[in-house]
């Protein structure tokens, strides 16, 4: 079954409220206007509603019939500090924030579901809307898994979706087991002693040994990692100093850590630690570092992988679901929820082929003609587990 007809007729409706919410964009746990807008249509589709859960994100509950099943689907509504660059009529209207990871149009996809699953209702069980705040790094997922997100709505399987630029539209991508890396955020703080700059011999330079850390860090991955265990470390930012004539006491190095492996995470770690403190002191400096896991790697129980890839299929063709695609080193904070509740999380093709315009770019947006494949995915999903 291709696109249900009703989901198709939702294409002027849906690109309406994609592109409100793009001109309208929020930080994480900052959003109010979103939430306000998910919860109010949902209460127009008769579905209860539950705000507040995990600081700013909304649950919609709908049941039907008297079946046990319980399904979760799951879109983020958080948006980036980034100044768009994008001149269109949608374009943000909140200066220096911007949807450029796409999450408006995971709102929509899954707000269009929710209308047509509450007016066809051909399903016979629980679906649970999820609505998460703070998908960027900062642990919405976290957010409302510790706020009893699945103790208060059960869930038997959850699943979610992210766009892919580049990805043609009307194509889908699902991979079974690890599909993205978990992520870490580290700081390292050296201590030197404070000199002139005129006279380093009075001191021990902080610089000089951030420069030192930064090049030896690197060798963990290269060196510390099974070459066959994928990992990446990228010191993002040095600070130090403040004049010209003055060694500074301090300097700090920050960055993130990906990898597919809780294991490997840990490795990680233990070895930046010896590294930078071992460094440090061989220049006579002191160095603390605070390593934090932020983002749990992502892993698609195999069963589900599978059931969502046959939904994908029936919409578009087996043709344009693609098995196993490689795996993603960016990260995504549904791997907490995945971690409670067995799932699958999948991608959707936003198109204009190869070097499309990547997410977290100023002139980003999310194709509003993707919206009637990924509502019909988990509308489909929905008639096809929780059967009538
Ligand atoms: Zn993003
Ligand atoms: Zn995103």
Redesign the pocket.
Known sequence: MPIPERIAALQDEMTAWRRDIHAHPELGFEEHRTAGFVAKKLEEFGIEVHRGVGKTGVVGVLRAGSGKGRVGLRADMDA?PIKEANTFAHRSTNEGRMH??G?DGHTTMLLGAAKYIAQTRNFDGTVHFIFQPA??GIGGARAMVEDGLFRRFPCDAIFGMHNRPGMPLGAFAVRAGPMMAGGAFFDIDIEGRGAHGARPESGVDSVLVAAHVTTALQSIVARNVRPVDTAVLSVTQIHGGDAYNVIPQRARLSGTVRAFSNEVMALIGRNMARVAEGVAAGFGARAQTDYRPIFAPLVNDAQEADFAAAICGEIVGAERVKRDPPLIM?SEDFSFMLNEVRGCYINIGNGDGEGACE??NPSYDFNDRALPYGASFFARLVEKRLVR
Request: proline share 0%; charged share 20%; hydrophobic share 45%.
């Open positions: 980036l450029a990871c999450h998908e960027e960016a997410v977290h």
